[in-house]
């Protein structure tokens, strides 16, 4: 029996499963990245509205409408200007109709009858460029006050005190100078207002856990205008506590604290997969090369008038491919050691960019 074309089909059809295998997990492996970005970001659907509702506040812009009976979904008002452009791809590809928009991807899942405004959508990003812009504003310009005060329940705070927390942007250089990560963070204290600033009982550095259960007990609530007046007065005492805090908790996220690796072992590994991921596609790059040159050419190609001219053009092809070929081992190395030196002599930049006064309720 001639079995030799079934077993070349059979070959085919499992390279492709085995693509589709391949394919299928690196597909699950951005999924759960994704997931572990979004939840390490807090990218969560009510922080983009709040967003764009800060953003279009700050642009002078008509608020977002909500609608009726949906919860979380919001009528998009008549922008001015440039703004004007956020618009688009509202109306219904069929009907015509203006759609409504929402922050939630389950909301929009299988729904054509509402927008999902996302972070690539143009409303998001024009919020997010005017909200970056207001950071950095200054000379009177700007519109958005990087300084707040909030009540917090008496309960939540462990030992009575108010506490300052910074809220900062952390960016690590590789060694070519490319930012390699980037993330915010909160860090801060707890102070007393009875004490003399400059002495070890004034500010108490506040640990990850506390950081953040104090910051998720922060009501809406505003202290009274002589409490913030108080607060103001120590904030010159406060400032290098708090960027010293700042610095602290970078170094910790960098270098790790009570158990956790921190960025350091992140980035290694991350170093490790993007030199395995570049020396597996150049070799798959080279087993396909050596399979095209090792396929024998139909020799009705060189016959005729023609056949000359695709005999050179056939020889000149193999010989480039063949250059190409012996380039490959060389160029793997290259590209290992960039991507060995851009995750190495890491440097780290901190960027504070709000401040938040927590007061318990019987101080406010």
Request: proline share 5%; with cysteine.
């Amino acid at each position: 029996l001639e079995t030799s074309r079934a077993e070349q089909q059979a070959t085919s059809i499992r390279k492709i499963y085995a693509f589709e295998q391949n394919l299928r997990k690196q597909v699950e492996d951005l999924l759960e990245r994704y997931r572990a970005t979004k939840t390490q970001l807090r990218l969560e659907p009510a922080n983009i509205e709040r967003v764009v509702e800060v953003g279009l506040q700050l642009a002078g812009q008509p608020p977002l409408e909500p609608v009726k009976k949906q919860p979380g979904h919001f009528h998009l008002p008549a922008l001015k200007g440039s703004w004007g452009a956020c618009a688009e791809g509202l109306e219904h590809p069929y009907t015509g109709e203006i759609r409504p928009i929402t922050f939630d991807p389950e909301r929009a899942k299988g729904n054509d009858k509402v927008v999902l405004v996302h972070l690539n959508h143009r409303l998001v990003q024009m919020c997010l460029r005017l909200l970056r812009a207001e950071v950095w504003a200054s000379g009177g310009r700007e519109q958005l006050r990087r300084m707040t005060a909030r009540l917090i329940p008496d309960h939540a705070s462990k030992t009575g005190r108010p506490a300052i927390i910074a809220h900062a942007r952390l960016v690590v250089l590789g060694g070519d100078s490319l930012r390699v990560h980037e993330e915010l963070f909160a860090a801060g204290g707890t102070f007393d207002l009875r004490a003399k600033p400059g002495t070890k009982k004034y500010f108490t550095p506040l640990g990850v856990n506390d950081t953040a259960e104090l910051l998720r007990a922060a009501t809406a609530e505003e202290p009274g205008a002589d409490t913030q007046t108080t607060l103001q007065e120590h904030w010159t005492s406060l400032r290098p506590q708090v960027q010293t805090a700042i610095t602290a908790r970078a170094e910790q996220l960098m270098y790790g604290w009570e158990g956790n690796a921190g960025l350091k072992k992140t980035l290694n590994e991350r170093a490790q997969k993007e030199a395995e991921n570049i020396a597996s596609i150049l070799s798959e790059l080279r087993r396909t090369i050596e399979q095209a040159l090792e396929t024998k050419p139909d020799r009705t190609l060189f016959d005729g008038l023609d056949g000359e001219d695709n005999r050179n053009q056939y020889e000149r092809n193999k010989t480039q491919m063949q250059r190409r070929l012996e380039q490959i081992p060389a160029e793997i190395e290259r590209e290992q050691a960039a991507i060995q030196a851009r995750f190495t002599n890491l440097h780290l930049r901190t960027f504070p960019v709000a401040v938040t006064y927590l007061v318990p309720g019987k101080l406010g």
